[in-house]
């Protein structure tokens, strides 16, 4: 069954980039009909999406981040990655990568989730 | 953008009652596009239903959703231990995905 993990920077200096990336395992993340998407949960608040890529390469983000998020994918490594510039400690939350299903979008399966704080 | 309002807020009841949670859309949502999640301290969420009625694979059948255009329901219909968590519901439409913000079923 395919499985998602998050990695990067636990703490983020503001004002820098947060890095993060996914990994999926148990499946190739070259397949049509998935989109591979980031959603983050701000402490004991609730879910927020962040944006897709799909394997094309074609990324969607959050109007409301779009201006700072860049969502990137390797195929050859079977990750994705998110890249959200210029944060603040609005940004403090935790960062999930989940699979989104095209055929009605809900998301299925999460990785566990990795908490970035962002301070200096 | 699809804003999903959950109620109760907070829902107490006792293991083998039945528990009713609302999500109610601010504009139309296709069935096609409603999800539920249940999420459990420091663990991510877990998909529960898909497509307003579908239940996700390994998902026990005391947890059922119903609903149409504006509003949705995940019903339990026997709580077990287990049960007691954070449950959200999840819509795509008009290229915006939003989630609710969330009922917390507790024990009384």
């Known amino acids: 069954q395919v499985q998602l993990q998050e990695s990067g920077p636990g703490l983020v200096q503001p004002s820098q980039t947060l890095s993060l990336t996914c990994t999926v395992s148990g499946g190739s993340i070259n397949t049509a009909g998935y989109y591979w998407s980031w959603i983050r949960q701000h402490p004991g608040k609730g879910l927020e999406w962040i944006g897709f890529i799909y394997f094309s390469g074609s990324t969607y983000y959050n109007p409301s981040l779009q201006s700072r998020v860049t969502i990137s994918i390797d195929t050859s490594e079977n990750q994705f990655s998110l890249k959200l510039s210029s944060v603040t400690a609005a940004d403090t939350a935790v960062y999930f990568c989940?699979?989104?299903w095209g055929t009605g979008h809900w998301f299925d399966p999460w990785g566990q989730g990795t908490l970035v704080t962002v301070s200096s | 953008e699809v804003v999903l309002t959950q109620s109760p807020g907070t829902l107490s009841l006792s293991p083998g009652e039945r528990a009713t949670l609302s999500c109610r859309a601010s504009?139309?949502?296709?069935?096609?596009?409603l999800a539920w999640y249940q999420q459990k301290p420091g663990q991510a969420p877990r998909l529960l239903i898909f497509?307003?009625?579908s239940r996700a694979t390994g998902i026990p059948d005391r947890f059922s959703g119903s609903g149409s255009g504006t509003d949705f329901t995940l019903t339990i219909s026997r709580l077990e231990p287990e049960d007691f968590a954070v449950y959200y519901c999840?819509?795509?439409?008009?290229?915006?995905?939003?989630f609710g913000q969330g009922t917390k079923v507790e024990i009384k």
């Open positions: 999840q819509q795509y439409g008009s290229s915006s995905w939003t």
């Open positions: 504009q139309s949502v296709g069935s096609s596009y």
């Open positions: 989940a699979r989104d």
């Open positions: 497509g307003a009625s």
